[in-house]
Nanobody, 119 residues
Framework: QVRLVESGGGLVQPGGSLRLSCAAS????????MGWYRQAPGKQRDLVAL???????NYADSVKGRFTISRDNAKNMVYLQMDGLKPDDTAVYYC?????????????WGQGTQVTVSS
Protein backbone atom coordinates (compact mmCIF):
# COMPACT_ATOMS: atom_id res chain seq x y z
CA GLN A 1 0.00 0.00 0.00
CA VAL A 2 1.10 3.59 -0.65
CA ARG A 3 1.46 6.13 2.13
CA LEU A 4 2.21 9.86 1.89
CA VAL A 5 3.39 11.75 4.97
CA GLU A 6 3.70 15.55 4.93
CA SER A 7 5.61 17.86 7.25
CA GLY A 8 6.61 21.49 7.46
CA GLY A 9 3.38 23.46 7.80
CA GLY A 10 2.84 26.19 10.34
CA LEU A 11 2.18 29.85 11.00
CA VAL A 12 4.20 32.48 9.17
CA GLN A 13 3.96 36.22 8.67
CA PRO A 14 3.22 37.72 5.24
CA GLY A 15 6.36 37.78 3.14
CA GLY A 16 7.83 34.86 5.03
CA SER A 17 8.88 31.41 3.87
CA LEU A 18 8.03 27.79 4.62
CA ARG A 19 9.23 24.49 3.21
CA LEU A 20 6.89 21.53 2.96
CA SER A 21 8.15 17.96 2.63
CA CYS A 22 6.36 14.79 1.67
CA ALA A 23 7.66 11.23 1.87
CA ALA A 24 6.06 8.54 -0.26
CA SER A 25 6.37 4.89 0.64
CA UNK A 26 5.12 1.68 -0.94
CA UNK A 27 7.00 -1.43 -1.93
CA UNK A 28 7.50 -1.93 -5.68
CA UNK A 29 5.68 1.31 -6.57
CA UNK A 30 7.10 4.05 -8.77
CA UNK A 31 5.90 7.62 -8.44
CA UNK A 32 5.97 9.22 -11.89
CA UNK A 33 4.14 12.35 -10.71
CA MET A 34 4.25 14.02 -7.30
CA GLY A 35 3.08 17.39 -6.11
CA TRP A 36 0.93 19.60 -3.95
CA TYR A 37 -2.66 20.78 -3.84
CA ARG A 38 -4.28 23.11 -1.34
CA GLN A 39 -7.74 23.73 0.02
CA ALA A 40 -8.82 26.91 1.77
CA PRO A 41 -11.93 26.95 4.01
CA GLY A 42 -15.10 26.84 1.94
CA LYS A 43 -13.21 26.38 -1.33
CA GLN A 44 -12.36 23.46 -3.59
CA ARG A 45 -9.01 21.72 -3.60
CA ASP A 46 -6.74 23.36 -6.18
CA LEU A 47 -3.46 22.48 -7.81
CA VAL A 48 -0.38 24.23 -6.47
CA ALA A 49 2.45 22.44 -8.28
CA LEU A 50 3.30 19.08 -9.83
CA UNK A 51 6.62 17.56 -10.84
CA UNK A 52 7.48 14.48 -12.85
CA UNK A 53 10.28 11.98 -12.37
CA UNK A 54 12.19 13.88 -15.01
CA UNK A 55 11.79 17.04 -12.88
CA UNK A 56 9.47 18.90 -15.25
CA UNK A 57 7.46 21.24 -13.00
CA ASN A 58 3.99 22.69 -13.47
CA TYR A 59 2.75 25.58 -11.31
CA ALA A 60 -0.54 27.30 -10.66
CA ASP A 61 -0.41 30.88 -11.94
CA SER A 62 -1.03 32.20 -8.43
CA VAL A 63 2.26 30.77 -7.11
CA LYS A 64 4.59 31.15 -10.11
CA GLY A 65 7.74 33.01 -9.15
CA ARG A 66 7.16 32.47 -5.42
CA PHE A 67 6.98 28.70 -4.94
CA THR A 68 9.49 26.10 -6.07
CA ILE A 69 8.76 22.39 -6.27
CA SER A 70 11.52 19.79 -6.28
CA ARG A 71 11.90 16.08 -5.70
CA ASP A 72 14.43 13.47 -4.68
CA ASN A 73 13.68 10.42 -6.78
CA ALA A 74 16.02 8.15 -4.80
CA LYS A 75 14.11 8.90 -1.59
CA ASN A 76 10.63 9.31 -3.11
CA MET A 77 10.42 12.76 -1.55
CA VAL A 78 8.80 15.91 -2.89
CA TYR A 79 9.36 19.41 -1.51
CA LEU A 80 7.62 22.75 -1.83
CA GLN A 81 9.66 25.85 -1.04
CA MET A 82 7.23 28.71 -0.46
CA ASP A 83 8.62 32.24 -0.46
CA GLY A 84 6.86 35.57 -0.42
CA LEU A 85 3.86 34.05 1.33
CA LYS A 86 0.59 35.94 1.28
CA PRO A 87 -2.56 35.63 3.43
CA ASP A 88 -4.30 34.14 0.38
CA ASP A 89 -1.88 31.20 0.58
CA THR A 90 -3.51 30.13 3.85
CA ALA A 91 -4.88 26.62 3.35
CA VAL A 92 -4.43 22.97 4.12
CA TYR A 93 -1.74 21.68 1.77
CA TYR A 94 -2.03 18.09 0.55
CA CYS A 95 0.72 15.99 -0.89
CA UNK A 96 -0.31 14.15 -4.06
CA UNK A 97 1.29 11.23 -5.83
CA UNK A 98 0.51 9.19 -8.88
CA UNK A 99 1.76 5.71 -8.05
CA UNK A 100 2.49 3.07 -10.65
CA UNK A 101 2.76 -0.68 -10.15
CA UNK A 102 3.47 -2.54 -13.40
CA UNK A 103 0.93 -1.02 -15.84
CA UNK A 104 -1.58 0.24 -13.24
CA UNK A 105 -1.62 3.83 -12.00
CA UNK A 106 -3.50 5.13 -8.97
CA UNK A 107 -3.73 8.45 -7.15
CA UNK A 108 -2.91 8.93 -3.47
CA TRP A 109 -3.18 11.82 -1.01
CA GLY A 110 -1.49 12.76 2.23
CA GLN A 111 -3.37 13.74 5.35
CA GLY A 112 -2.71 17.46 4.83
CA THR A 113 -0.68 20.07 6.66
CA GLN A 114 -1.97 23.49 7.69
CA VAL A 115 -0.26 26.63 6.38
CA THR A 116 -1.41 29.90 7.91
CA VAL A 117 -0.10 33.25 6.70
CA SER A 118 -1.02 36.01 9.12
CA SER A 119 0.49 38.93 10.99
Amino acid sequence: QVRLVESGGGLVQPGGSLRLSCAASGSFFAFPVMGWYRQAPGKQRDLVALITTGSSPNYADSVKGRFTISRDNAKNMVYLQMDGLKPDDTAVYYCYAEAQLLLQRSEFWGQGTQVTVSS
